[in-house]
């Protein structure tokens, strides 16, 4: 297996932009996190879904973030507008079974918005 | 905020030591589980620890679980050069999240 993949592995995008992040996770798994981790407040959970249904985005900082599972194997983060403080590296990470048990993660984006 | 609070914030050993990292949380909590995240890179599950266990072994890695005092050590033994990395503790609290502590940043000098 490849593992959970995510796209891009970097961006850098200008403020005001709109910003797409990718994740593909472990096929057979039926729980996505997305954690965002910065120098200044470590991981933080952004949203969490089961099954492809969001269980929890009281992590997302406010509406300029949204996320999607259209299906299993697919999910995306945007960004609208981005913003300098939105700068950090942003993971994907996948588990089986619903359980928060044995997180498996990507390798990341990392983005900087100007 | 974060759940788990890593002890120390960095550490530096000789390569053959042993690595002591120490996690603290706040409220009960399922099971706890421990990372390692190599620079740049996501981060790898080392080992889980259920709320009613005590001590785990996986290979060179020991963790142990005190939930009277709510806190978990993790014990690296014969360090080599390539366990130079970050280590999460994350605490599974039953809740829809799972939080991560800080980090402790591991070097091990050949």
């Known amino acids: 297996d490849a593992g959970v993949i995510q796209s891009p592995r970097h961006e850098v995008t200008e403020m005001g932009q709109e910003v797409t992040l990718r994740c593909k996770p472990i096929?057979?798994?039926?729980?996505l996190f997305w954690y965002r981790q910065t120098m200044m407040r470590g991981l933080e959970l952004l949203i969490y879904?089961?099954?492809?249904?969001?269980?929890?985005d009281s992590g997302m900082p406010e509406d300029r973030f949204s996320a999607k599972m259209p299906n299993a194997s697919f999910s995306t983060l945007k960004i609208q507008p981005s913003e300098p403080r939105d700068s950090a590296v942003y993971f994907c990470?996948?588990?089986?079974?619903?359980?928060?048990?044995?997180?498996?993660f990507g390798s990341g984006t990392q983005l900087s918005v100007l | 905020s974060q759940q788990g609070e890593e002890d120390p914030q960095a550490l530096s050993i000789q390569e053959g030591e042993n690595a002591t990292m120490n996690c603290s949380y706040k409220?009960?909590?399922?099971?706890l589980q421990w990372y390692r995240q190599n620079s740049g890179r996501g981060l790898v599950h080392l080992i889980l620890?259920?709320?009613?266990?005590r001590e785990k072994h996986s290979g060179r890695l020991r963790v142990t679980l005190d939930t009277s005092k709510k806190s978990s050590s993790l014990l690296i033994t014969a360090s080599r050069a390539a366990d130079t990395a970050s280590y999460f503790c994350?605490?599974?609290?039953?809740?829809?999240?799972?939080?991560f502590g800080a980090g402790t940043r591991l070097t091990v000098k050949p």
């Open positions: 879904f089961n099954n492809n249904v969001p269980i929890d």
């Open positions: 990470a996948s588990s089986l079974g619903g359980r928060r048990e044995k997180l498996f």
């Open positions: 409220t009960s909590i399922n099971n």
């Open positions: 096929s057979g798994h039926n729980s």
């Open positions: 994350a605490t599974d609290m039953g809740t829809n999240d799972m939080r």
């Open positions: 620890i259920r709320s009613n266990e």
